[in-house]
């Protein structure tokens, strides 16, 4: 079993600057992506930026340049700081652990987090 913590959301005026971050414990052996995803009022679920076991980054074009993603693999924990925010970030930020390999299981599982939200205003 695995839970993830959330933390770093709220409100922040457009221009500033947000560092969201994620804890995920219990029996982990590994985690392969490590990231975070959002959801805006009547809009689907999409990528934001994702980081690799290995540290490979990638982000999505709306955030490319003015965020950096970042993982400590000793303690599974993934850092987003967003920067130059705009009032189209607002959403719910969702921590996403993909591929997490526990204790006793034969194959990886992917375990999301409750979400947090993100508002920027004009």
């Known amino acids: 079993q695995v839970q993830l913590v959330e933390s770093g959301g709220g409100l922040v005026q457009a221009g500033g600057s947000l560092r969201l971050s994620c804890a995920a414990s219990g029996s982990i052996i590994s985690i392969n992506h490590m990231g975070w995803y959002r959801q805006a009022p009547g809009k689907q679920r999409e990528l934001v930026a994702v980081?690799?076991?290995?540290?490979?980054?990638t982000y999505a074009d709306s955030v490319k340049g003015r965020s950096t993603i970042s993982r400590d693999n000793a303690k599974n924990t993934v850092s987003l700081q967003m920067n130059s925010l705009k009032p189209e970030d607002t959403a719910v930020y969702y921590c996403a652990t993909l591929g997490v390999v526990v204790t006793g299981l034969r194959t990886g599982t992917d375990y999301w987090g409750k979400g947090t939200l993100v508002t920027v205003s004009s």
């Open positions: 980081i690799s076991i290995g540290r490979t980054a």
